[in-house]
């Protein structure tokens, strides 16, 4: 593509994804979710929906802290995933098959967190580099069956680099050199940290309710 057309091509999708981050988010409907008052939390293994293999098990083990700092008991992810493995269940598409019966029979929780994880690792462009984590979650009542809320988020390493200068020879170094350092370095580990605090941490933008076990704040 001739560098004008390509420069155009960049300003546009500059342009796009400006307007798309303005875009004001609609208020989340948080009935379903009050009705139910949740305190426990069944968080089944993520169903990895992105190329690399370690996705899964490195989201798991980052979701229990946000989780418990919002206020809610959260079954060890560890015993979760033994419990499953010892009935034969021996990966996450197995285990979403179970319903929410059958679960709530085995766990006795009262809800039950399904996490997709979109994107994970390291891409590297024609002038960038970065380590992305990008993952959906769905909370559903264990005792009714009813969706309680849905969330989004992303995190990724672009967020705090900057253009040090020297010009597209030196964005193009650059670029290269960070895609080997988060590929040696492993930072999607990292990364997916950032992202499972932003997708499950209590806040007042569509973001989970506060659990019963939270601290005390200003009510919505």
Known sequence: MPFPNLL??????ALSMFITGCVTQQPYDYSAF????????LVLPPINKSPDVKAS????????????????????????????????????????????????????A???????????????????????????????????????????ARASTAEQQQNSGGGLAGILITALVNQVVNTLSDRGHEIAGIASNRLLSSNPVNGILPGPRARPTTPR
């Open 57 to 108: 098990y490195s989201v798991y083990s980052h979701i229990t802290l946000p989780l418990s700092e919002a206020g809610y008991y959260v079954l060890p992810v560890a015993v979760v995933d033994e419990t499953f493995k010892q009935n034969g269940l021996m990966n996450a598409d197995e285990i979403r098959e179970v319903s929410p019966q059958k679960l709530h029979e085995i766990f006795a």
């Open 8 to 13: 155009k091509a960049l300003i546009a999708l």
């Open 110 to 152: 009262d809800t039950v967190l399904y996490i997709d994880i979109t994107e994970y690792g390291s891409s590297y462009m024609i002038i960038s580099s970065e380590v992305a984590v990008a993952a959906t979650a769905t909370l559903v009542d264990l005792r009714s069956g009813k969706e309680l809320w849905k969330g989004v």
């Open 34 to 41: 009050k009705e139910s008052s949740p305190a426990s939390i």
